[in-house]
């Protein structure tokens, strides 16, 4: 594979901050858009759709928004936002799925999208949970606002319920075991569910809901040393409900294929103790994407956490920084090589987008200044909500696009 054809550029454009990556040809945008806050909603709506629009246009203009996340800071305004997104993108709806989550910055909205060049791919939208896309051989899977359907009222009934739904959808382009990643946003995260946590109950769901699920049946990466789930960010949200969204990635090709992580600093979610969880969360570390000499590593929801235990109690600032560390020792060189895959690896220049949630909106500015420091020009959005432990303070998730050395 041609050089130029691994390329990773990103800008930092005021307002619209985004990257793009070029994989066999074929352009990829991630996209942060973070409208101004003091004016109305309909203002900070334009604002978003065009700083897209600009940024799109200047970079890759034949791109197509394919899925995008809105998060919001009032629930009532998500219907007047999804009247004035479905009236600009028309027939080319992306999946969206709308959060709960206010920017940090005070605005009412921000919108993570991601974008591909459509002049080389084949889109297939099916409205309004699932966009396919398809090139060279291989096909993602974009599904989102997935919310229960069910009228169980507890957390597990009604999370088993929306993981069946994610997985119908899924399999309308690819198999439910080669789910890539999925986003789980709980209200009310570490509050009480009966005699438990909410959280717990979710992980009971997930748990036993995956008992079902064969992946790594088709993996064809010898040797694998962990365990094989999706990468994910189980994160809180202020709605009182839930809400999924997934990415699955499928293919015949041998030199594509799906390669979990783990970080050798940190207890694998899927075997922490039962004090943290009775079942435990059944996710990766990462998910790396190997497209022969190209890897697309989805980075999990990640925290201030060493082994198993949190680190840092009631410092922002650090707490961030050891999530950082976190991130950068996951994704590194050697632990490609410690799962069978020398060659491979990548930095924290290699960084591509990440987002930051944040606790407690007077911790903003601390969490800010180190992410700025160490991972300067990467793409971000930083957005306040509730994480899985109560003394956890920030987390952060993200995606880095790297070449594999042979």
Same mark, same amino acid.
């Given at each position: 594979?041609?050089?130029?054809?691994?390329?990773?550029?990103?800008?930092?454009?005021?307002?619209?901050?985004?990257?793009?990556?070029?994989?066999?040809?074929?352009?990829?945008?991630?996209?942060?858009? /973070? @409208?101004?806050? #003091?004016?109305?909603?309909?203002?900070?709506?334009?604002?978003?759709?065009?700083?897209?629009?600009?940024?799109?246009?200047? =970079?890759?203009?034949?791109?197509?928004?394919?899925?995008?996340?809105?998060?919001?800071? %009032?629930?009532?305004?998500?219907?007047?936002?999804?009247?004035?997104?479905?009236?600009?993108?028309?027939?080319?709806?992306?999946?969206? *799925?709308?959060?709960?989550?206010?920017?940090?910055? +005070?605005?009412?909205?921000?919108?993570?999208?991601?974008?591909?060049?459509?002049?080389?791919?084949?889109?297939?939208?099916?409205?309004?949970?699932? /966009?396919?896309?398809?090139?060279?051989?291989?096909?993602?899977?974009?599904?989102?606002?997935?919310?229960?359907?069910?009228?169980?009222?507890?957390?597990?009934?009604?999370?088993?319920?929306?993981?069946? &739904?994610?997985?119908?959808?899924?399999?309308?382009?690819? #198999?439910?075991?080669?789910?890539? &990643?999925?986003?789980?946003?709980?209200?009310?995260?570490?509050? $009480?569910?009966?005699?438990?946590?909410?959280?717990?109950?979710? %992980?009971?769901?997930? *748990?036993?809901?995956?008992?079902?699920?064969?992946?790594? &049946?088709?993996?064809?990466?010898?040797?694998?040393?962990?365990?094989?789930? $999706?990468?994910? *960010?189980?994160?809180?949200? +202020?709605?009182?409900?839930?809400?999924?969204? +997934?990415?699955?990635?499928?293919?015949?090709?041998?030199?594509?294929?799906?390669? @979990?992580?783990?970080?050798?600093?940190?207890?694998?979610?899927?075997?922490?103790?039962?004090?943290?969880?009775?079942?435990?969360?059944?996710?990766? &570390?990462?998910? !790396?994407?190997?497209?022969?000499?190209?890897?697309?590593?989805?980075?999990?929801?990640?925290?201030?956490?060493?082994?198993?235990?949190?680190?840092?109690? #009631?410092?922002?600032?650090?707490?961030?920084?050891?999530?950082?560390?976190?991130?950068?020792?996951?994704?590194?060189?050697? %632990?490609?090589?410690?799962? =069978?895959?020398?060659?491979?690896?990548?930095?924290?220049?290699?960084?591509?987008? /990440?987002?930051?949630?944040?606790?407690? @909106?007077?911790?903003?500015?601390?969490?800010? !200044?180190?992410?700025?420091?160490?991972?300067?020009?990467?793409?971000?959005?930083?957005?306040?909500?509730?994480?899985?432990?109560?003394?956890?303070? /920030?987390?952060?998730?993200?995606?880095?696009?790297?070449?594999?050395?042979?």
């Amino acid at each position: 594979m041609a050089l130029d054809q691994l390329m990773l550029k990103k800008y930092n454009s005021i307002g619209s901050p985004h990257s793009v990556f070029v994989l066999e040809g074929v352009s990829h945008v991630a996209l942060m858009a /973070v @409208p101004e806050a #003091g004016v109305s909603l309909h203002k900070q709506a334009g604002q978003s759709l065009a700083a897209i629009r600009t940024a799109l246009a200047k =970079n890759c203009p034949a791109s197509s928004v394919v899925a995008q996340t809105v998060f919001l800071k %009032n629930a009532d305004d998500q219907r007047a936002c999804g009247e004035l997104f479905a009236a600009h993108y028309g027939a080319e709806a992306p999946v969206t *799925t709308y959060v709960l989550q206010p920017p940090c910055n +005070g605005a009412a909205l921000a919108v993570e999208a991601w974008a591909i060049d459509r002049k080389a791919v084949k889109i297939d939208r099916q409205p309004p949970h699932l /966009v396919s896309v398809s090139y060279n051989n291989v096909t993602w899977v974009h599904c989102g606002g997935i919310v229960p359907e069910t009228p169980a009222c507890g957390v597990y009934g009604r999370s088993v319920n929306a993981f069946a &739904r994610m997985r119908g959808l899924i399999e309308k382009g690819a #198999g439910f075991d080669h789910t890539v &990643r999925t986003w789980l946003y709980l209200g009310d995260i570490v509050g $009480p569910e009966g005699e438990t946590q909410r959280y717990k109950e979710l %992980n009971r769901a997930r *748990t036993d809901f995956y008992q079902r699920v064969p992946f790594g &049946r088709s993996h064809r990466m010898k040797g694998l040393k962990y365990g094989m789930y $999706p990468a994910s *960010t189980g994160i809180g949200m +202020g709605d009182s409900d839930l809400a999924m969204a +997934g990415l699955a990635m499928d293919t015949t090709r041998k030199d594509v294929f799906l390669l @979990p992580l783990e970080n050798p600093q940190q207890t694998p979610a899927y075997k922490y103790h039962a004090r943290h969880s009775p079942q435990s969360p059944k996710f990766c &570390r990462a998910m !790396a994407v190997v497209f022969g000499d190209a890897v697309i590593t989805f980075v999990s929801g990640t925290a201030s956490i060493v082994s198993s235990e949190t680190k840092h109690i #009631g410092d922002p600032a650090r707490q961030t920084e050891q999530t950082i560390d976190n991130i950068e020792r996951l994704i590194a060189a050697d %632990n490609f090589a410690a799962h =069978n895959l020398p060659g491979a690896g990548a930095t924290l220049g290699d960084m591509a987008a /990440v987002r930051v949630y944040v606790k407690r @909106p007077e911790d903003y500015a601390k969490c800010k !200044a180190v992410c700025e420091k160490r991972l300067p020009d990467v793409p971000g959005v930083y957005v306040v909500a509730d994480v899985c432990r109560p003394e956890l303070l /920030v987390e952060l998730e993200g995606v880095a696009f790297s070449k594999i050395n042979r």
